[in-house]
């Protein structure tokens, strides 16, 4: 591992849900703890998500989500993202995530659940202890 | 032990807005900040005490509780539980794919549908979501932006075909799109077409629904994307006089549409900033009319607004919490002269609001009415040397903020470029930090925590994943059952419309009565204007942020 290189974070918000103030206060604290940061916008479909993972060459795939959709867009992302290849990333999501699906959304793979009110820097210190 | 002498520091204190606040406050602060010039009388210009002479004496404000889920049939159900309770407004949630344009059997509807709103296709959506309520007797607010054009046209054709006379239909649209473009999102066309569309509706509206309320300009949602109290209200006007531009390059005299221009104003944080906000604001915004635009009439100058929500406010942590902060929010309200009223529910954090909720919510906004005497004076803080003082340094801070955005190229330019996306994403980060380091106190959340105790006091809200099907076969047994010629002629004509520059109106709400559904006319909008490209930003960073 290369400590010099900064941890590249592709960040991302899925579906319809236009709530992105959460979204772009975590993309600010990550690039605060130095890492590339790279939001997409809203309205992204799975697709859209793993095209920009591949571009960027993310070590990290970053989802926030508040508008409840994060079960059925999870569901569709995991095999997309295992196809391109991007299943030993790190994959984690944030945002209102209702606790009752933290367990399926760590069963879809994403290893770091983060509900409304988790700490930037706790959000930041997990990407930097599980990069992969 | 003897104890010291000590002078007393008094620690120095300002508001979000950034305005000192000082221990005391007498004559001479009201005197130095203004004076009383612009206070006038309750009903007269410049309507800083109240738009009417008697506001809540004559008329308790509208209770309009946000309320919509999976399809019409349901959230028909609630509408009925909320007036039976007593609510005298509805305030309509619609599910995100309506509110992008999108229909319900497009992928990108795919587990979306009816989950944050009621789903809406087409006409026959409205026609059960409003059966058998008076639309003559409830005012009915439609929490829509990007497909704007096709819901009002829709209400107005579901209300025309119910035998409603038009002219007396009084009711309003969310339909502030430059608002979506900075927070919350469900924009479709690029900035220029969608501020057109909100021109064609306030055009369209002052013509054949003179009651009907357009537009209902958000400072709320600027606010929780991370604006202060003053900017929220300074912006909602840049962008209240942008639409009202757009109008008047039509030949549209300002006094036909201005008194159907509303707005919709969060309140959460210190009360007397939000008090001062609103009184400031009256005055401010009477005067731009007045002396900016040559209104004539009263109703042009009137500051009529939703007020409350005060989503921002409100913590994941002990949610309990929340009905309190309700209740000091509903009293900010009432305080300030809100002509409608709408609370966030303690749960919203957690899921959409139980029917418990919504009534502790409902019953809230009741007991300033029934049981503390809010109804009874206008006006009741004015003449406090503070709230005086406040309010002349608020309304001077909003215009200063006005000029800045002004002499930076105009709100439209600040938007479309993500110039105050950037700014507002900034200081919501900085907002975020200072509460994790308590330097903002957060009760129950950065003070007097108590883990682990929350969301075992919240009923979720259950999704039912069959009534998206539902929704889908609905929509095409409507397809199947429409005319098919008839559809094809009015989105023809929607389309021609869209490219001569015509108002795109009488298209759409010809579409729409003939059973076109919301992503189908969408679609042939999209084919003329295109689609927003989102400008990402995050160039704001500096401790000033100055434009």
Not at chain 1, 15 to 39: I, N, P, S
């Amino acid at each position: 591992m290369n400590a010099a290189k900064p941890i590249k974070v592709v960040l991302a918000k899925p579906g319809l849900d236009g709530h992105d103030q959460g979204a772009k206060v975590v993309a600010r604290a990550m690039m605060d703890a130095g890492f590339d940061v790279h939001y997409t916008g809203l309205r992204q479909t799975p697709e859209q998500v793993v095209d920009a993972a591949l571009r960027v060459g993310a070590d990290v795939i970053a989802l926030s989500s508040m508008a409840g959709s994060h079960l059925p867009f999870c569901t569709r992302l995991k095999p997309l993202l295992e196809a391109a290849g991007l299943g030993d990333k790190l994959w984690i999501i944030g945002g209102n995530l209702p606790a009752q699906d933290h367990d399926a959304l760590r069963a879809l793979g994403f290893k770091g659940v983060f509900q409304t009110g988790s700490r930037l820097d706790a959000i930041c210190d997990f990407i930097k202890a599980n990069r992969p | 032990m003897k104890r010291e002498r000590q002078e007393f520091q008094v620690r120095p204190v300002r508001n979000e807005s950034g305005i000192p606040i000082q221990p005391v406050y007498g004559s001479g602060d009201v005197e130095a900040s203004g004076g009383l010039q612009m206070l006038g009388e309750p009903g007269a210009y410049p309507f800083t005490r109240g738009i009417h002479p008697l506001m809540y004496r004559k008329q308790p404000f509208t209770m309009r509780q946000y309320t919509g889920f999976g399809n019409a049939a349901d959230t028909n159900r609630r509408f009925k539980f909320l007036i039976d309770n007593g609510q005298t407004g509805l305030n309509v949630a619609l599910d995100l794919p309506t509110q992008c344009g999108i229909d319900s059997d497009d992928p990108m509807a795919e587990g979306e549908i009816g989950r944050v709103g009621m789903a809406v296709d087409t006409l026959h959506d409205f026609e059960v979501a409003f059966d058998g309520i008076d639309l003559d007797k409830i005012t009915v607010s439609l929490t829509i932006n990007g497909a704007a054009a096709i819901l009002i046209a829709m209400y107005l054709a579901c209300a025309e075909k119910r035998g409603f006379d038009l002219k007396t239909l009084r009711g309003t649209a969310q339909n502030d799109i430059l608002k979506e473009f900075i927070g919350r999102g469900t924009w479709v066309y690029p900035v220029q077409p969608s501020i057109r569309l909100v021109g064609d509706t306030i055009e369209y509206c002052a013509e054949h629904a003179p009651k009907y309320s357009p537009v209902s300009v958000c400072g709320y949602h600027i606010r929780e994307s991370g604006a202060t109290p003053t900017q929220e209200m300074a912006w909602a006007f840049c962008i209240a006089r942008a639409y009202a531009d757009e109008v008047i390059k039509r030949g549209v005299p300002v006094d036909e549409f201005a008194g159907r221009l509303s707005y919709n104003f969060n309140i959460f944080g210190n009360l007397f900033e939000q008090v001062a906000k609103f009184r400031a604001g009256r005055g401010l915004w009477a005067r731009i009319m007045k002396e900016q635009y040559g209104a004539t009439e009263p109703g042009s100058m009137w500051l009529r607004m939703i007020a409350g929500g005060g989503g921002g406010g409100l913590t994941l942590e002990q949610p309990e919490n929340n009905i309190v902060r309700g209740a000091y929010y509903a009293l900010i309200a009432a305080l300030s002269g809100a002509q409608t009223m709408a609370l966030c529910c303690y749960d919203e954090a957690y899921t959409i609001p139980s029917e418990y909720a919504q009534r502790i919510s409902l019953r809230t906004m009741q007991m300033l009415v029934e049981e503390m005497g809010l109804a009874e004076t206008v006006d009741p803080l004015g003449g406090s040397f503070y709230v005086e003082t406040l309010t002349n340094q608020m309304r001077a801070e909003m215009e200063r903020i006005i000029e800045e955005t002004d002499a930076a190229g105009g709100i439209v330019k600040l938007v479309a470029e993500g110039t105050i996306q950037s700014r507002v994403s900034a200081q919501a980060y900085r907002m975020q930090r200072a509460i994790e380091s308590g330097a903002f106190p957060k009760v129950g959340v950065n003070r007097y925590r108590s883990d682990g105790d929350a969301a075992n006091k919240v009923e979720m809200h259950p999704y039912k994943a069959d009534d998206a099907l539902a929704q889908i076969a609905a929509l095409r047994r409507v397809r199947a059952e429409r005319d098919a010629a008839t559809v094809a002629r009015a989105l023809d004509r929607v389309e021609a419309d869209a490219r001569s520059g015509a108002n795109l109106m009488p298209a759409i709400v010809e579409a729409v009565k003939a059973y076109a559904s919301v992503g189908e006319i969408t679609l042939r909008l999209v084919g003329v204007f295109g689609r927003y490209v989102e400008p990402v930003r995050f160039d704001h960073r500096d401790e000033e942020l100055a434009i």
